[in-house]
Every structure is written in C-alpha cells, then in structure tokens.
C-alpha cells in the first residue's frame, strides 16, 4: 500500500524491526520452555534472552544491513537471522532454533503481525460504528426518501439508513473477532510438523506467553485455510465499506445535494473549475475497498500449498498482509472521519420527498383500494394510472399532484374517503417503526 | 452448473417448483400473521392457505407456463406469480402480499434456499470427514516421506497428513455453520423496510415458523454482506478441496506411485495410451475448485446496492446460488467417494523414504553435532556436505548412503558415537507425537 | 447460465448435439487427410465419413443415451463417443483417431465452438454499435451537463456521451477480432504432442478445413494461454457494458430524470408501489457483467496445467465457456434494445444543466480572469468565492445567479467586462468540438 | 510491491520525481503548442520550459516537502504541483495548465510510465526468450518423459518442452506489444473532453511529442476500458510464468529430479534440514503470479466510472500500477536468469522414460494391432492388459517388461511380429517431428 493510503501505526506492524523482534520472542520463549524441560541449559536461556533482548532494544539500519547481507549469501531470512543473533549471543547461540524449522517462526509471527493488526483493525470499527450511530441518533427521525433502484421509493429517516449501515459493521465487528481466532494461532512442531526434535510442550509454551492457541495439526506451516478467512473477511468489511461510500457519493450528487463530505477550508475541487465541490473521500474508499477485495483470490489461492508445504504462498503473504490491513486500517479511519463531519442536508431530503408530486405514496393508495375490496390487479391498474398522469407532467404549468389526479379518478372517488386519500399522503407512517429498529440495533437505550 | 456436475439432490432446491412452493409459503404464512392480528379476515387466510397447498401439490409445466406468460407482460416475477395464485384462490387473493414487497419473498426464500442446500452441504462435509478419519486411523503408523518445496524433507505418517486434513475439513465445518446463520435469516418489512405497511410481528411469525431469525434492519432487501460471507466460506472450503485434492495428485504422480484412485473395471484411461491410470477425479476436483471460488468476487460486489437496494445482485445470484452449491455439493460427494476408495501402497511409500540414501535425516545429525558442542554454523556446514555427496552420487557405482559418508567424516567420527548416528537414521523418532496429535483431532478414542 | 439470460442461438453452440457434430467431422476430415496421404484406405475414410454424415444428421435422443451409457462404463467420453460411431460406422471405425489424442479433438472442438461464439457476439457488437451511433446522430446537439465525481461539471452534448461509448464499443470489437485469432487454432499432434502416430500434415488439413490455424506447438492440448487471453477480453467487454449500464442507471435516476428505459405497455415496477419505472435492464446488465468478469480469473488459473497437460482444466471450460458466451450474448443484445428505445428527454437535460445557477462555468471565468493578468491562484480563489455563495443559496429567496454574483464582485468587475461575463455563461462553447470528435469516431460523413 | 521483489530500473518510473518530471513535461509541451496558435505568449513558454527544467533538474527532497505542503491545505495534488512550480516559474506560470484539466496531466503521465514499463517488460520478456532458446537448442535431442495428467505418457525430447514455453512467451511479446498501443496515448481536452477551453491541436502537439497517440474521445479521462485490457495482459503474462514455474518445481521434485535451480556456494535450503535443496525460485514465481493476476478483477471494476468520470479509479492505479510493473519485471527477470541457469539431468530423464517397464509405448503398440486388423477396442484391451500387469509389478523379482509381456501373449504373438514390436519400444519416433516444430518456432537457422 502506498504511503499516501497508510497510517505509521500500521505499516509499523510490518516493519523489519517489529518482525525480527517477534522472531526473536518466539525463538527466547522456546528455549525457556526447552530449558523448562532440560532440553536446553537455563543459563544458556538466561543468556539468549538478555542478550537478544539488548540486541533487538538496540537495533539499528547497521543491524538491518548485517542480515541482509548474510541471507545476500545464504539466501534464507530466517538463517540470516539466526547467524546475526549468534553473533550477538555468543556460543550459547547453539541452543537456539534447536529442534525448529524457520516455518516455526516465520507463522508465528505472522500470527502475531495478524492479531496486532486485527486489534487495530477492531478500534477502527469501533470509531466507524461510533460515527454512524452519532448520526443515526441525531437524524432518527430526519425524513429523507428511500430509493430502489436509483428511484424514489417510500420515504424513510436518513437516521435508519444509518443505523442499517451500524447493523452491517456490527456484523463485521463480529466476523472480524471470529477472523482473528481464526489466525491466532501457534505452530512449533519441526520439520513437517511431527515434534520430532522439539517437545509440542515447548509449542503450548510459547503460544501461551504470546496469547495464541497450539495448531492442531501442523504440516509444517499453519495450514493456509486460516489467513484465506481471514483475507476473506477484509474483503466483506471492504465491500461493507463501500456500499455506504456509495451511499455519500448519491447524496451528493449535484441533483441529490442531501448530504455532502465536510470541505476543507483552501480545499480546492477541481483544477480546472472552482466551483467544485466533489465527493473524493468516498470516492477514494470505493476504490480502495477494490483492492482489498483483490487480495481474496491469491488468499485462496495460497491454500493449496504441496504437501507439507511449499513456499509459493510467502511472496503473497509479504504483500498483502500489509497492503490488506494497512489499507482497511486507513479506509476505516477515512470513513469514520468522513461520517463523522458529514454535513447532512435535511430540507433538501423533504424537498427530494415532495418533488415527484407525491406518488411515493401510490402503495398507500393501493393498500387502501384492497381494503375497500378491489382486487389486487383492478387497484394496481387505477393507481399505476394516476402516479404515471402526475409523473408525466411533473414540473409543468397543467401537471397535477398525485392526490389531485386520485381526488378526480372515478374508480378511486366514489370508493375511497378524501381523509383516507390525504392520510395515504402523510410520511409519518414510515417513522412509526424506527423506534423498534433502533431497539434492535442500539439496544433500549436509543 | 453443467448436469454433468450437478446432483440431483441439490438441484431440486433451485427447482422452480420449490422455489414458488417456498414462496407460497412465505405468502400463506404472512396472511396466517395478518390473520392473528385482524389485518386479514381469518377466512381469507385459511383459503389462501388451503387452495395454494392444493395449487402447488398439483404444480405442472402448465403452471409454469402460465406464471411466464404473465411475467412476459408485466416483467415482474413475483407479480406473475402473485397473479397465477390470485387465479387459483380466487377472491381472497386480495388479501396475499398485503402491504409486503417483492423482495420480502424473494429475500426470504432465497434464505431457505440457502439454509436447505448448506444442511445438505453439512452432510457431505460429514462424509468427507468420515472418509479422512476411516484412512487416518487405517494408516497411522504407515511411514511416508515428509515433503516441503516438493523436495524430501523428514519422515511422517500417511495418517498424520490424514488427519491434517480432517482438521481442515472440521474447521470448514464450523466455518459453514457460522455461514448458514449468517444466511438464515427472514425479512418481512415492505417497501424500503420501514414496516410501512406491514406489522413486524409478520416478520416474527414467520421467521420462527421457517427457522429464520428477523434481520435486524432490511433496506428492503437482507443486506448482502451476509450472502458476500456466506459465498466467502465456500470459496475456502473449495481451497480446501483443492489442497487434498493437488496431494493426491502428487501422490498418483508416475514417480511417486504412492497412491491412486480407484480404477474402475472397464475404465479406460486414455484414448491413445491404453496404459493411463490418471488421477481424474482429483483433477476434476482443482477445476472444480477454482470455479466455486470464482463467485466470491462477484459476491463481494454485491454488497454495494445503491441505497435501499438496486436489483443488480439478482442477476448474479440467479447464477452462482446454483452454480456454488451444487459445484460444491458435487465436489464434496466426489471427494468423499475418492477417499473412501483411495488406494494406498505403503511399500512404495517406504522406498520412497529410502529413496534418498538417507539424506531425509540431516536434521537430526544436525542437533546430535549441536548437542556435542558444535555451533550451529559448523554443524550446518558438515551435515550439508556430507548431504550433498550422498545425493549426488544417488544411484551411482561408487554411491555412499548419507550413514556411511558421516561414518567417514573425520569431522563427524571424532564427535558423535557410531550409535547415535544409526539412530538418527531411525525413522521412529517422527512417529512419537502421532498419539498426542490424534487425541487432539479425533479425541481420545481414537 | 441460466435459461433467463441465454438466448437459444447460442446456446446451441454449447449443446451435445452440435459438439459431436464437430468431432465427428475433426475425425472424419482427419481420416480424409490420412487417407490422402495412405494412412487409412480411400474406401475406409468415404465410408466413414458417409455413415458417420447419416448418424449424425439423424442424431437422436437415443444416441445421447446410448453414448452417456458407454462413458458410464469407460468414465471417458471421447472413448465413449467413438465406441458409438463404431457401431453406426461398423469395421472401418478401426481407422478413426488412428494415431490421435483425445485432446485433439476436444481442444479443436472448442475452438471451433469459441468461433462460432464469436462471430455471434460481432454481430452483437454491431448491433450495440449501430444503437449508440444512432442515437449519437440523433443527439449530436443536445446539450447536457457533464459530470465528473457526480458533481455537475461543465456542459458536453448527450450525443459526445453516445460517441464516448461507441467509441469504446469500437475498441472491444477490435479486441474480440484479435481474441478470436488467438483460440482460432487447430491441434492434431497425438499424445503429448510430438506427432509420433500422426502425420503433421493430418494437421494442415483439418486446419485448412475448418478455418483454424495449426497450433505452433501443442504439448497434447492447445496452451491455455491463449484461452486466458480470450477470456480477459470478455470481461473487458463486460465491463463496458457495465460503465454504459452505469450511466443509464444514474441519468433515470428520480431527481436525474434526463433519460429512461423504454417502459412497456403492461409492465409492472414493483409489487408494492405502483408508482414505480426502474431501470430493471440496465442494472441487470450490472449483474451480469459481474459474473463474466468472475470468469476471467479461473482462465487465468486454468493456463499453469502440469507438465504436457492435465485436465484441471476441463471442469472450469466445461461451465465458463458457455456462461460466458452465453451470457455476454445476452447481455450485448439487450444493451443493444435498451439503447435503441432508450427514451431521452432533452429539456430535462437543459433544466439540469441550469440547476446550480451558472456554476458550471467557473472554469471559463477563471481563464478569464487569467487572460485579463490575473495568477492562477488569485483568480481561482476569486471564482471559487462567487461559486459557492451561489452554490449555498441555491433555491432561497435571496439567492443570485453566479453572473449576478460575479457582477457585483470587485475584484471581478474592474477587470472583466460585462459581455465577456455574459459570453462565459453560454454552453455552446462547449459543442464546438463536436464535429471534430464525430469525425474521429464515425467517419466524416457524420 | 515490496522491495524485495522489486528492482530500482522499474521502481524508479513510479517514484515522486519520475511523475513530477512528466507532469512538468506535459505542461511544458502543451504551453509550447499554446505558443504556437498564439494562445500564449512565447516569451512565456519560452520562460516556463527554462525555470521549470531547470527546477526539476535541481528536483529534492525540499521540493518534495512542499509540494506536499501546499496538498496538505489544497487537498489536490496536481494544483499542489502547479502552485510549486508557480513560485520557481513567477508571473508566466499563469500560462500553464491554460484550460486543461487535471486529469489531461494525471492520464497522460499514467500512460508515459505504462509505456516505460512496457518497454521494460518487452525487454525482459527477450531474456526469457533467450533463455528459453538457449536450453531449447541445446536440449533438442534429450529425450524425456512426456506427462499428461501427472502420469507418464509417451517420450517427447526437453527441448520440445523449452519450445512450447518459448512460443508462449512469443505469444506473450506479441500481447505486451499490443497492450502497449492500448495505452500509448494522450488526452489533453479539458473538462469533461470537449475541449472547450483548450485547441485540439495542443492535444495533438503534445501526443507526437511524447510518442502517444491522441484519444478519440475522453470524456475528461482516457477510458479505463484500455488500462483494463493491458492489466489483463499482464496477468496472462504472469500465468505463463506460472506454467513454467510449475514445470521446474515438478521437475526438481525429489522423485523425480530431472532438472534443478542453480544452488549457489554458500547457500541453505532449510534451518532445521541442511539436506535441502529447494526450488525457491520457481516456488517464488508461483506467488508472484498469483499477485500479478489479482490486479485483473480491480483493473476491469475500474472502468465503469460515474458519468465523465470518477477518481474511484485512482487509488486503485497508484497500487496495481507500480504493483503489477514492478512485479511482474522482477518476476520475468528471475525467470530468464533462472532458465539461464537451470541445471538439467539427461541421464536421470532416460531413466524416468525406462522406470515403467516400457508401457509409455501402449499407444504404438496400440496402433500396430490396429493395422494388423483388429478393432479398435479389442485391441485397446489387449493392450491395457499387458500395460497393467507389467505396472502392477514394476520393481518386484517376478515383474516383466511390457515387451516381455506382450511377447507372451496368444492375442499379440500371432498377430504382430516381434520386429515390430521391437520397434514400437523405439522412443526415437518421438522426436521425428521435432525439426518441424522448431522451424515454426524458431525458424530454420534453428
């Protein structure tokens, strides 16, 4: 992920110094446990640990340099690794990695990486959720109509198309937390997994300090099922995302105007034309939730790993483990920031209400035409009849508001009260049940 | 889906004739809801319920042809469909669909769709499990060569990569259920779910009698992140496939013959070469698997409806509703039929363990150098050379096993005893943990 | 596909009986070849070819049985199927595929069948061209906002809208011709390729025959490359349906009104609201762009086969192949309607492009203020200022226009006369490229 | 892409200073053509191509810094850059960007790096082509296994194998070609492409001047449609690399170890197993194609855009840009150096034809019954009898040879001779035709 698409607290996740300062935890809390049990001497342990921990506080671009130029030779990370800490730990360094393989370290860390980022990730749903419900409880009861398929459909309030948007993140706050089980997991178990020189009591060690659960069965590498979730579920909160992006980017529409991205004094829209005011913020999480939903495929891909493993899924991993979270991480916070200072329009929301003469209420009508004992299909006809008359002339000097044209149908006049008809009219109707929802969805306290 | 990959079992469920059975369902049991709280006459919903019952136990390609008549003039499905029942319950039919929505029925029924074809997909998952355990537990002893980038690594059961597999298809198990709550859900909250005009305790009832829960807020539609989750679970469960299926393959491999699938009497492999015995099925399999995986994405982009819906996603769904369960349904049942029946020849296995003069247990001269006082890097580089004289003089006259090359090294002789390396050569050592590895996947019954 | 998106012609192409037709007259044409050549006696091909001729015309349900039940036996259906044209053919079928692979006709079936598709989806083309000119043609003039982020930009004229589309129309039909060059191809090689049992020019011949190219080098099958390349082309097209499907969808929009798919007679909107017109085909068209974009990735997955070949492949093909000809088919020839009847209303247009006050001409002010001495950053905050104070009182009692607003401006009034104001609010300078444009795209007899 | 799979000449079209240089180029070029009908003073062209080279020869991390200053506040980033280049440029930069629009500079530059890339990528595509040529040649005779399904097939020579490849890369070359063209092109038309503020013939000046062709129309963006189709390219591209990756690692498999990456002095194929030699080129390839082609799907959801156009895009192209370029240089480089090195094994390959006993000739032998009379599916079964028994008993002191089988059965003895049997165990028919096929790959210096 580019900077410009990056928050310093998330690309730290991924930084060499974070990884090698994992890699070194995993490898001292291994030989703890090997020293618990007598594989390893204590003092060798004591050792390792201290000097490591001085080793990887003081860790420089020198560091950084020295190991790659023993993997320049070696061409394997985690031996370049290993040779470097031995030079910094001394003889003892023998103790160390004994009985491993690199997979031991390099899937531990990269669950480690995975839930340190998940628990950023959890904070940022958190500000997301907080920023629609602010405005789901200020607008619960702001008339705004609802639209299908691009086309007014039966008013609604701009409130319940917030909390609509809270229930979905909710649901991803959920599949989130069941994603970070998911990768939470430790694997030391050797070559081809079979504990064949290292103790699994040494893996429940290790998974136990670092907060992760042993892997049941692991070939080697922790099985790739687990990230592929894990991918997947960025990919359901990154569409998430951009259906309300969506969303804001309608509400502004120069013909919508109901609602509209906070602008910046000196923000400048456009280069060419100052009267711009345009949608960019949404626009930009629409086209980042495109790739993040892009990195689902090669997750997938990476799980039919030969064998007890290959190495094809590390060249993915080492892209979009950071391009993923980095970019969810920055578009999150972009869209808590963005709904938090959306500025909402409501009388251009009742303006859009009224501005098709009313026919929005034509399934009123047709209800009420049922209740006076018109079929299904004669009542359909009569009203379809009257919306399309005041559809037709809408904004022209002879055009006739829905009611009107109903108020002097035959079919309608002689079978419904004129109070029925101007009640059908009335949009408090589709208020009545958001107390209910937001029950639901904020809990009593709404 | 084409037939050819297609069960007639899970076909049934996108049968036009369950899906309108479903939708007079959804229909009669709203206006039994309606009855109980005065919107409808109790009559009326009685006769609903009792001539549609009548109509759709006798459903016939008439009747079909009939509903697509109507449909080719109102392009409407559910009208169409509401209109063939208006003609076969008469009068009352004025009080089906009261003050509902098109997608409260399609919504929902699609939810039932999709819960009927996840049970059936949690069955195959059953026997997929019950094929892996019956060979785990058949082959756990039966010692197999470890392998990680294609290439030899340490020894292993063939019940160990069994059972790495059963622990997938477990975790894929519990991934689908949390997948089928995700789908199970009903809504009944008409036009731009406001509940408008229909009282949500519609929802409730009918919810409960089809074993739905109410969705929280329907924009008129169930929001598609839940379908996106649910098409997500069976992109990684089709990567599982894949995974067991890219093994076996390896496995049936002219040079490894360490497996095969079961070749029918009759079978003829090749039109060409009467000699084929190829792996068919698992290669179905991989194919299978990247179609099932290919309706993530356009899953994913369903997510984004224009404010309360647009109708984009239907055309979509229409597809890969099908297409995914049924591919994965197939798949599933042709999985568990091939594991069942795979035929394994242990023999081979061990020649091939042997295959490589012994150079698979380099990792445990490696920590025996290590254990005698010997740094990691000098250990590495004395194992390694005597690895590499091993194998490339494989197969050759004047070949040493990798034992007899490290009973030459002075390097080796000096430092480890004679007994120590004969039992480095032991393939035992990587069976120890099986126990330990079993108990957690199968239990301690096992 | 499903039957609602296909249209039987082509669908046709993908049928048994038209997919036997073609490997019949691959192997009859091969037994011509070889027989000229005298492999395979005169009499034999001649009786092949007349019996097989007379099978196939008289191909019948009864053959499909018949050969689905010999595969059942074999679990090999190119076996199955010359075991059937044995018995039709009698003791000369000892002389078909003498020497050939089953791929050989399978892979040379497919691109006779991916060509027949293709010359379907030119004509598609054509007629999705010949809409979008027409309906350039009829709105050459006609003044419309543009739009860029959805925010009101400057005027364009909804016939360059038209262009814009065609002209991208143009592209996909050239890059559909190359696709149709790169699986255009022919193999006849035998097993893995190398001709050992049949002669090249077997090859040429049936090439020559069937229009096709001979492949350069087919390992067994024809490189899946070339299948990828076509497949990717699909969703480029796809894809451009989609961004025309778009642009409809947001110009029927209720508070966009400027253009509207042709409403039937008859037609229903919804169940619920009788109000409503949708624009049901352009979003459908959404849709389905979605499912053959989804089918470009297994393509791509399907060209990494193992070694020579193996059949991974077929599974994806076997439902790509049709779905995604089938349903771009589809796709395109409903486009093509859509746009052909597509209803535009021209001062729906004009009222929009009025809607924001004269905004939309900042741009031309700016460079006016420019012209007159004026720093790019001085003018631009200028504009910038009378844009928004227009912008923010739009439809209040005490709203001005932006020429009102800039005429009592100061920094404006003293350098900019009152005539170059006014001529900067005049749309037709932005028609005056139009014909220049036309002559690109359509030729200069536009 | 992260830097380990990056190389500095790709990297370097992306970098802050390779785009400001263009930006300044485009502006520069489009002053000039301003110039030259008199739109602008030439003086002031003359100005402004002399301060700004000269203030981006002097181009530092100073500059850097304040152009992002200036975005900070403005929140645009090419009026960012003109601001800056406004103060090294004084009063005339008042000429520059004269009725352009951002995206005429944000599109044009997009296309000068694709092409840089291009040519980048073209020239890597020739090292692989070399490299492919070069084993092709020299291993035009080295008889090998030829594997369909994973299964041994018939014999076939490593060249033939190195000639597919190479024709799939040629065919690579020629797609990369035309790719090229799609995007080599300039738009310079102002908002929304009308060109109402800015002469045609800027846009035609500044086209030839940077080798790119004009757009036909641009609806303010070059269509997206274009960079669709050379992402697509790509991930073609990179499933080639894919397919011969995948061959390598096949072949480096331990059982089967016909050919094998160079393994440098001083490198370690494993921390816990120093026997290791792993294909980790290859294996690395497998992952880098996988991101390569995930950049598809993003690049085809780009193009269908809101009305002229949305920013949607951007993000999306500022990642799969640099992404895909980088990557796929890096990925094409890494595989012609590693053909270039690739260590092949003749002797092991013969080996591997002989290992199955002689059944690799079932087809020969298959047609030899056939011109000896007998029908085809008697003599398929006569065959595959004699194949399977001499399988079944590969290895073991009472297996015979498949020439040695059918020599004892009654079905063959008396109907073939055993010269010609004889013959059919001969692999040299396999390589007849290998003359043919490289004169139409390579040509006939070949």
């Given at each position: ?21 994992i890699w070194?935890e995993i490898e001292?809390l291994a ?74 370290v390099?899937?531990t860390c ?96 290790v ?240």
């Amino acid at each position: 992920m580019v900077p410009r698409y990056s928050r310093p607290v998330m690309t730290a996740i991924w930084s060499p110094a974070n990884r090698y300062r994992i890699w070194f935890e995993i490898e001292a809390l291994a030989c703890e446990a090997m020293a618990e049990y007598g594989a390893v001497p204590k003092e060798a342990a004591e050792t390792i640990r201290a000097r490591g921990d001085a080793a990887l506080a003081a860790f420089s671009d020198a560091d950084l340099a020295r190991i790659d130029e023993i993997e320049a030779e070696t061409r394997h990370d985690v031996i370049a690794f290993l040779t470097w800490l031995a030079e910094k730990v001394g003889p003892d360094s023998r103790f160390v990695h004994l009985g491993m393989t690199s997979s031991d370290v390099l899937d531990t860390c990269l669950s480690v990486q995975l839930t340190q980022a998940t628990d950023l990730l959890l904070e940022d749903l958190d500000a997301v959720l907080e920023s629609l419900k602010t405005q789901a409880l200020k607008h619960k009861m702001t008339v705004t109509i609802g639209r299908s398929h691009g086309i007014h459909a039966e008013p609604t309030s701009f409130g319940l198309k917030m909390a609509g948007h809270y229930a979905e993140f909710a649901r991803n706050r959920e599949r989130l937390l069941a994603a970070r089980k998911e990768i939470a997991v430790c694997a030391i178990s050797g070559a081809v997994g079979t504990y064949a020189h290292v103790d699994p009591r040494v893996e429940e060690y290790v998974a136990d300090k670092l907060g992760l659960a042993a892997e049941d069965v692991s070939t080697q590498v922790i099985p790739r099922d687990r990230h592929a979730a894990f991918f997947c579920t960025l990919g359901v909160i990154a569409s998430g995302i951009e259906r309300l992006a969506t969303e804001v980017r309608h509400l502004q529409r120069s013909e919508v105007r109901e609602a509209e991205e906070f602008f910046h004094p000196g923000q400048k829209g456009s280069s060419a034309m100052p009267h711009k005011r345009n949608p960019v913020l949404s626009e930009n999480l629409t086209g980042l939730a495109r790739l993040i939903r892009s990195h689902v495929i090669p997750a997938l891909e990476n799980v039919a790993l030969w064998h007890e493993r290959d190495i094809s899924h590390s060249s993915v991993e080492r892209n979009i483990g950071p391009d993923a979270t980095v970019g969810l991480d920055f578009a999150l916070m972009r869209l808590a920031g963005m709904m938090e200072k959306l500025v909402v329009y409501p009388e251009r929301m009742m303006a859009n209400v009224e501005s098709l003469g009313g026919v929005v209420h034509s399934g009123e009508v047709l209800l009420a035409l049922a209740r006076a004992g018109i079929s299904r299909e004669d009542a359909y006809r009569i009203v379809q009849r009257n919306a399309m008359a005041t559809w037709t002339k809408l904004g022209e000097a002879d055009g006739l508001s829905f009611r009107e044209n109903l108020g002097r149908d035959p079919e309608v006049v002689g079978r419904i009260d004129a109070a029925v008809l101007d009640d059908a009219m009335d949009s408090a109707r589709h208020l009545a049940a958001v107390d209910r929802v937001y029950d639901k969805v904020f809990g009593t306290a709404s």
